[in-house]
């Protein structure tokens, strides 16, 4: 991270890191999302289609324990994106060695949307009556800049798989407020029509392959799209090895073959980090995981078979 980004991103709360993926990324992320949406329900849903999760809910009840959907299922550049060499040195920057990711989701925006931009976030520790969050984050969302170094919350970095103009709509935010020292006026938070966003709100362009990395702690939203074709972001949000925003964490077993890092960043939270003493005592809670899992499969498949049998004997 340079000068000048370190310049924009205290002043503003964001920077577009431009070209972060190359063409052959942004292709191989877009492929398997189609296929995803080609047999995905979620993706029959034109209005709007969101893959992935906050992390904070089960899909069903037959989720892992501990992990809800995620990006990481599918593969590829998915897993790739954990740890990017072209975005791994900002969010060392930014959140100091030893991050995690908390918590990863897909949002597509088109014709049939009807999104509100309702700007959330903003101010020295976010939350709000008025929060997404509630009337408080716990202090999650903070920013701060002190003896040369950044401190924030939470980090997102958002990657667009097809060029996004601000006429057509995308990520907004008010630039500066994760500095500011007064609520944002409740009438500029929320707007349904791109003529009713305030000009306090930067609209922000963005091409396929770029990241847009901005800190939770700004006041941002999504402006209503009002474009042509589509807008399709990946959000991966990162934050200090000690802190969560959501409520459930990764299980690094479930996604492969994975590198040390990677691995290293879907550690749970906890203030040693990536640290030996706490990937025993994780290593051994993954695998009491696994053996849950492979417990729940078996009863499963003995239901099955004894309500096959009952069926049967009733038949005859
Ligand atoms: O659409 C966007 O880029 C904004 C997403 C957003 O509101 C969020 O990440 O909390």
Not at 1 to 25: C, H, P, W
């Amino acid at each position: 991270m340079n000068d000048q980004e370190k310049f924009l991103f205290d002043l503003r709360g964001y920077i577009v890191v431009e070209n972060a993926l190359t063409s052959t990324q942004v292709s191989e992320l877009s492929d398997r999302l189609e296929e995803r949406r080609r047999i995905s329900t979620a993706g029959k849903d034109k209005k709007h289609s969101i893959f992935g999760s906050d992390r904070t809910v089960f899909a069903n009840e037959d989720d892992a324990a501990w992990t809800s959907p995620s990006l990481l299922e599918w593969g590829g550049t998915y897993i790739d994106l954990i740890d990017l060499p072209t975005i791994a040195p900002y969010l060392e920057t930014l959140l100091g060695v030893g991050y995690r990711l908390d918590h990863d989701y897909l949002k597509i925006e088109n014709a049939d949307s009807q999104h509100t931009l309702y700007l959330h976030g903003g101010g020295q520790g976010a939350g709000g009556a008025r929060d997404i969050v509630g009337p408080t984050d716990g202090g999650q969302c903070f920013y701060r800049y002190n003896n040369g170094k950044f401190y924030n919350g939470l980090v997102t970095i958002a990657f667009e798989l097809s060029d996004v103009s601000s006429e057509s709509g995308g990520f907004a935010c008010v630039p500066g407020s994760h500095k500011m020292n007064f609520a944002l006026p409740e009438e500029w938070r929320i707007s349904k029509t791109q003529a009713g966003v305030h000009e306090c709100v930067d609209r922000v362009s963005a091409n396929a392959g770029d990241a847009i990395i901005f800190t939770e702690a700004c006041a941002h939203g999504t402006v209503p799209w009002e474009g042509g074709g589509e807008r399709r972001t990946i959000f991966y949000k990162y934050c200090p090895h000690a802190v969560a925003w959501g409520a459930c964490f990764y299980n690094a077993d479930n996604y492969g073959d994975l590198t040390e890092n990677q691995r290293a960043i879907l550690m749970p939270p906890s203030a040693y980090g990536p640290h030996p003493h706490t990937a025993a005592i994780w290593k051994r809670a993954q695998e009491e995981q696994t053996e849950l899992n492979r417990l729940r499969k078996e009863v499963g498949e003995l239901r099955a078979q004894q309500e096959d049998s009952f069926g049967n004997s009733a038949d005859s």
